[in-house]
């Protein structure tokens, strides 16, 4: 026996003679022996697809909490139990706990795309063995097994055709993305055919629309078809967001800052200052607690859902939330045609008579539209009756069906039409009911069928003969509509000034050029015709012959229709808008080239004005004879592929990744799967789309509305700016905190008293940090969003402007703290418990403890002492909610009407905040909680006076810094050859497991990097070059 294993994993079946077929694979058309059967299945398996493993729950546990940000804060909780602070440890075991569950929640997307490949496959099939039908599990079909399929069947393996009848159709709309379904047959084919080409196989999960035939199994499993897009979803990795990267980044920079301040500040405490060993660790503690900004991960997450919810309230489904910001980044969308640019619903376009060429308006099936002439004007109601009666032979010549569907779950569809047979016969339907048939049914009745002949892609036409009325006796007429080339010439007549009463002999040379001319167009062609019958030739046996065998021609020419799956209009719209914000959109099909071609023009993908001849179109088989050098030399150049097979999806994805682009890839079907999980954002279509498709893409339309992906990019641009401005304001902030706990050890204010303690420090980051930061989320978009190029590929977060906040805004705020905290100490009457510690203090200083040397009088808790750490806590507060009115606005003044009219949340904001505040000051049982006392109207003057004091310095910043400061940062910052650069965050989801985004719990350092790589600024070919620069945006940040 050969080597059927062999076989059945390298051989082209395609390619092979059916008598071949049977040898390779010790068959014959009388099928195996159950024996034979049961021995294959044990040696090649079931029939089945190879789930991907799964992690468990502790594995995503781990994942969560495996970093370093996490570490820390879960060593300070230790220590804080260690010195029995249990409100501390509360409350940083809090923090912890609600950033590990958010990323549990948001993140706990399971990989369940091959699962739902899986489920699309046949449960049972119809094998012959021994020479008799059996059915039996489709799990249990093996290599070398003769299947039967038929109308209505979804094909349980890959199959080479030995046998066909009945025009076998067989729909592979999600393999191929062809909108046909395609007649099968069993001659071989060329080696190097696209698997749209290969019209002798039928694929595995695919729909038999008509005929029926017999095929041999060639391919099982995973080594269908399906199995193989099944394994490149299991095997591509998911690209990792350039927020989740800049995050990881950033938490082992901040981590080690953290470290480095920490360890100073033990020292200090520790070997200069004499603290008690615990006493030192708590101080440690509360400088880690202060710079690590516990909030800003639920802040970041709360923002990116937030703006989930928006997209999802315009049909953007977002399924993965660190997405939402990678939107804003896009710089080319590879969009499939059929069902994302065109609606996956064949349309007539064109109606050609021989008088004119008349246009039919409408995309779909829905029966709006008008017919219109050559200058675009409405034609009159009598002439629409006279040109419905002249095509009436489309509709009657017709075995399909179309019906409202009043039960439809899409709410953005108020009537749905759902086509019943062939997506050309139903295009035919919906142009009689343009042309005024209100109920097809009805109107085939009042002109009943007599008899016909079935289409068959041997003749390439179908004929029926109906009665005039439903009288007895009522005179017969023989419609046909096929293939221009086929029926032409079996014309003796045409009719003439569009009027079915006039007729004249046939202009066979005019006829041939128009159906050309509208096939180099994309279009598919349909000659319609008809002839008087006669009762005397009607039979039960009536075949091709009646026409292809007549004596003379004597059918008469009605006209040519022109059909196509049309684009959206609403993507016309949606390209337009891209185009002009800089992002470049290439289509990507399985479709023929010359219907890609016409597509993409009418999209303006390409240069409407361009001829045919001078746009590029690679197809599928043409990028598999190229490395991927080959590709990366031509991608960007080419704007439209065709016959495109899964594999050459990916790579084309990933050869835009390697020149420097960050890609969306939306797609509907099974073959678009690969692709929509390898692209920085996968968008896969809620209507038409596939579950597979959905599951591995990270987005979903609800409206299968590629215009949507257009609203999608612009809020994930809003969201980036609005991240920009939470960690412009949130990075100052924590560094102020941290400082002012560190600097009060270096300068002595009142015996090195702290003025913040780790409660407060977390109550800041988790309240009021969060509170300020989702006000910032809310901010609405800039005008000019959508008119700025896209943003360039790695574009840091914690970029210069941040950095240099960090050190001025910082700065002002731990000088009012500072300030503040030791005003108020000196200027508050010391209590008698002060002079006692001071007393205890001046002793113990003399007469040490001998067995360590160090300090061993505790810091009691004052009343003056809480009363200034209350002054100062409010300062801090208060200082934060006046720099956030700053951050509303990065480059323009915030001295606008606008801070008082848009973005009411604000207000809401800084309300809530000052409530919590005087809650936290003044509330008795609260405030000792928190180390606060009752302060009086001159302390909250004097904070007040500081506040604003703030917010004007840093509004003066912003005129003058941009002009004076900002040139040297940009110039101590810029690259110096050592740093990391685009390979950084190029990096997959795999390789960068070990912290998650959810976990980090920041941004990106601002360390310099280089800008990107020398091809970061490439754009594409047909469409010129994008507007603005690459590698700007509309913030230097």
């Known amino acids: 026996m050969p080597d059927t294993e062999m076989a059945?994993?390298?051989?082209?079946?395609?390619?092979?003679?059916?008598?071949?077929?049977?040898?390779?694979?010790?068959?014959?058309?009388?099928?195996?022996?159950?024996?034979?059967?049961?021995?294959?299945?044990?040696?090649?398996?079931?029939?089945?697809?190879?789930?991907?493993?799964?992690?468990?729950?502790?594995?995503?546990?781990?994942?969560?909490?495996?970093?370093?940000?996490?570490?820390?804060?879960?060593?300070?909780?230790?220590?804080?139990?260690?010195?029995?602070?249990?409100?501390?440890?509360?409350?940083?075991?809090?923090?912890?706990?609600?950033?590990?569950?958010?990323?549990?929640?948001?993140?706990?997307?399971?990989?369940?795309?091959?699962?739902?490949?899986?489920?699309?496959?046949?449960?049972?099939?119809?094998?012959?063995?021994?020479?008799?039908?059996?059915?039996?599990?489709?799990?249990?079909?093996?290599?070398?097994?003769?299947?039967?399929?038929?109308?209505?069947?979804?094909?349980?393996?890959?199959?080479?055709?030995?046998?066909?009848?009945?025009?076998?159709?067989?729909?592979e709309a999600m393999l191929t993305g062809e909108s046909n379904p395609i007649s099968k047959h069993t001659d071989v084919?060329?080696?190097?055919?696209?698997?749209?080409?290969?019209?002798?196989?039928?694929?595995?999960?695919?729909?038999?629309?008509?005929?029926?035939?017999?095929?041999?199994?060639?391919?099982?499993?995973?080594?269908?078809?399906?199995?193989?897009?099944?394994?490149?979803?299991?095997?591509?990795?998911?690209?990792?967001?350039?927020?989740?990267?800049?995050?990881?980044?950033?938490?082992?920079?901040?981590?080690?800052?953290?470290?480095?301040?920490?360890?100073?500040?033990?020292?200090?405490?520790?070997?200069?200052h004499d603290f008690e060993l615990g006493d030192a660790f708590k101080s440690t503690v509360a400088i880690a607690v202060a710079i690590i900004p516990e909030g800003l991960p639920a802040v970041v997450t709360i923002s990116l859902a937030l703006a989930m919810q928006m997209l999802a309230n315009n049909n953007a489904i977002i399924r993965q939330l660190p997405a939402v910001e990678t939107l804003g980044s896009v710089t080319v969308i590879c969009s499939d045609k059929t069902g994302t640019l065109t609606k996956n619903e064949m349309t007539v376009q064109l109606m050609q008579t021989s008088t004119q060429q008349y246009k039919m308006t409408g995309v779909g099936y829905s029966p709006v539209g008008v017919v219109q002439d050559e200058n675009s004007k409405d034609l009159p109601d009598e002439k629409v009756a006279r040109m419905l009666k002249m095509f009436e032979g489309a509709v009657l010549c017709n075995d399909a069906g179309i019906f409202k569907n009043l039960n439809h779950k899409n709410p953005n569809v108020p009537i749905a039409w759902e086509p019943i047979g062939y997506p050309t016969e139903v295009a035919?339907?919906?142009?009689?009911?343009?042309?005024?048939?209100?109920?097809?049914?009805?109107?085939?009745?009042?002109?009943?069928?007599v008899g016909g002949v079935p289409f068959a892609s041997e003749h390439k036409f179908m004929c029926c003969v109906h009665a005039a009325s439903t009288a007895p006796g009522a005179p017969l007429t023989i419609h046909v509509k096929g293939a221009p080339d086929r029926l032409i010439?079996?014309?003796?007549?045409?009719?003439?000034?569009?009027?079915?009463?006039?007729?004249?002999?046939?202009?066979?040379?005019?006829?041939?050029?128009?159906?050309?001319?509208?096939?180099?167009l994309g279009l598919r062609c349909l000659a319609i015709c008809r002839a008087d019958f006669d009762p005397k030739d009607l039979s039960d046996n009536m075949d091709a012959?009646?026409?292809?065998?007549?004596?003379?021609?004597?059918?008469?020419?009605i006209g040519v229709v022109a059909i196509l799956d049309p684009p959206r209009p609403e993507a016309i719209e949606g390209v337009a808008v891209a185009q002009m914000a800089g992002i470049v959109v290439k289509m990507i099909t399985g479709d023929h080239p010359a219907t890609a071609t016409a597509i993409a023009k009418m999209l303006g993908i390409v240069d409407p004005k361009l001829q045919e001849s001078s746009i590029r179109t690679y197809t599928g088989p043409e990028l598999d004879a190229m490395d991927d050098e080959g590709m990366d030399s031509i991608v960007l150049e080419c704007n439209v592929f065709a016959r495109a097979s899964p594999e050459n999806k990916i790579r084309i994805v990933k050869s835009l990744q390697r020149r420097g682009q960050t890609v969306s890839m939306t797609g509907d079907g099974v073959n678009d799967a690969p692709a929509l999980k390898a692209a920085n954002i996968g968008v896969a279509m809620g209507i038409t789309g596939t579950d597979v498709s959905k599951e591995a893409a990270k987005m979903v339309l609800a409206d299968d509305n590629f215009a949507t992906i257009v609203k999608a990019v612009r809020e994930g641009r809003r969201v980036w700016d609005n991240l920009v401005k939470i960690l412009l304001y949130n990075m100052p902030v924590n560094f102020?905190?941290?400082?002012?706990?560190?600097?009060?050890?270096?300068?002595?204010?009142?015996?090195?008293?702290?003025?913040?303690?780790?409660?407060?420090?977390?109550?800041?980051?988790?309240?009021?940090?969060?509170?300020?930061?989702?006000?910032?989320?809310?901010?609405p978009a800039e005008d000019d969003i959508m008119q700025r190029p896209p943003r360039r590929k790695g574009k840091r977060l914690f970029g210069k402007m941040v950095f240099?906040?960090?050190?001025?805004?910082?700065?002002?705020?731990?000088?009012?703290?500072?300030?503040?905290?030791?005003?108020?100490?000196?200027?508050?009457?010391?209590?008698?418990?002060?002079?006692?510690?001071?007393?205890?203090?001046?002793?113990?200083?003399?007469?040490?403890?001998?067995?360590?040397?160090r300090r061993a009088v505790k810091v009691p808790k004052t009343a003056r002492l809480m009363e200034a750490r209350a002054v100062a806590f409010n300062m801090l507060v208060f200082a934060e909610m006046a720099y956030a009115l700053n951050c509303r606005f990065l480059k323009e003044s915030a001295f606008n009407f606008k801070m008082f009219t848009e973005n009411k949340w604000c207000w809401v904001s800084i309300a809530v905040t000052t409530v919590l505040q005087i809650f936290l000051t003044y509330t008795p049982g609260v405030r000792e909680v928190f180390s606060n006392a009752p302060i009086g109207g001159a302390s909250w003057a004097l904070i007040l006076a500081c506040s604003l004091a703030v917010f004007v310095l840093v509004e003066i910043e912003k005129v003058i810094g941009i002009h004076y400061v900002m040139p040297h940062?940009?110039?101590?910052?810029?690259?110096?050859?050592?740093?990391?650069?685009?390979?950084?965050?190029?990096?997959?989801?795999?390789?960068?497991?070990?912290?998650?985004?959810?976990?980090?719990?920041?941004?990106?350092?601002?360390?310099?990097?280089?800008?990107?790589?020398?091809?970061?600024?490439?754009?594409?070919?047909?469409?010129?070059?994008?507007?603005?620069?690459?590698?700007?945006?509309?913030?230097?940040?």
């Open 969 to 1037: 940062i940009k110039s101590a910052c810029a690259p110096r050859g050592c740093c990391t650069g685009d390979g950084e965050h190029e990096r997959t989801q795999s390789e960068l497991n070990q912290v998650q985004f959810f976990a980090s719990g920041a941004s990106t350092f601002g360390l310099p990097t280089r800008a990107g790589s020398a091809n970061a600024g490439e754009r594409h070919g047909a469409q010129g070059p994008v507007a603005g620069a690459a590698g700007t945006s509309g913030y230097n940040v």
């Open 545 to 557: 012959d009646l026409l292809l065998k007549a004596p003379t021609p004597f059918l008469t020419m």
């Open 8 to 171: 059945v994993e390298e051989t082209k079946w395609h390619s092979i003679a059916v008598a071949e077929i049977l040898t390779l694979q010790s068959t014959s058309p009388d099928g195996l022996s159950d024996s034979e059967a049961e021995g294959r299945l044990k040696k090649f398996g079931t029939n089945e697809l190879t789930p991907p493993p799964k992690p468990s729950f502790l594995m995503k546990v781990f994942i969560q909490v495996n970093n370093i940000l996490i570490y820390i804060l879960i060593a300070a909780a230790i220590v804080a139990g260690i010195l029995q602070d249990w409100a501390e440890v509360a409350l940083i075991g809090g923090v912890v706990v609600i950033n590990v569950t958010i990323g549990l929640v948001q993140e706990g997307r399971a990989e369940q795309a091959a699962a739902a490949i899986q489920g699309m496959l046949s449960s049972k099939a119809t094998v012959i063995r021994g020479g008799e039908r059996k059915m039996i599990d489709a799990k249990n079909v093996v290599p070398g097994d003769v299947c039967f399929i038929q109308s209505g069947d979804r094909c349980p393996a890959d199959l080479r055709m030995i046998e066909v009848t009945g025009n076998c159709g067989i729909l």
């Open 804 to 853: 240099w906040h960090c050190i001025f805004v910082s700065g002002i705020m731990v000088v009012c703290v500072l300030g503040n905290f030791a005003y108020t100490l000196n200027n508050i009457e010391k209590s008698a418990e002060d002079y006692l510690y001071e007393a205890e203090k001046a002793a113990d200083k003399i007469t040490k403890d001998q067995a360590s040397g």
């Open 428 to 449: 035919l339907l919906t142009m009689g009911m343009k042309m005024g048939i209100k109920e097809v049914k009805e109107y085939k009745d009042l002109q009943p069928r």
């Open 489 to 520: 010439p079996q014309c003796k007549n045409q009719v003439m000034d569009d009027d079915l009463s006039k007729v004249g002999p046939i202009d066979e040379n005019y006829w041939q050029d128009k159906a050309s001319q509208m096939s180099g």
């Open 736 to 779: 102020a905190q941290g400082l002012s706990v560190f600097f009060a050890y270096i300068v002595d204010i009142d015996g090195h008293q702290v003025p913040l303690t780790a409660i407060q420090v977390l109550y800041v980051n988790m309240i009021t940090s969060v509170t300020m930061g989702l006000m910032l989320a809310m901010e």
């Open 189 to 272: 084919c060329l080696p190097q055919s696209a698997l749209g080409d290969r019209k002798n196989m039928a694929f595995s999960a695919t729909m038999v629309m008509t005929g029926q035939g017999k095929g041999v199994v060639c391919g099982t499993g995973d080594l269908a078809e399906i199995g193989k897009i099944s394994a490149m979803v299991s095997n591509v990795d998911s690209q990792k967001t350039n927020l989740m990267v800049q995050l990881e980044m950033f938490g082992r920079w901040i981590s080690v800052f953290v470290l480095i301040i920490a360890v100073i500040t033990f020292c200090v405490a520790y070997l200069v």
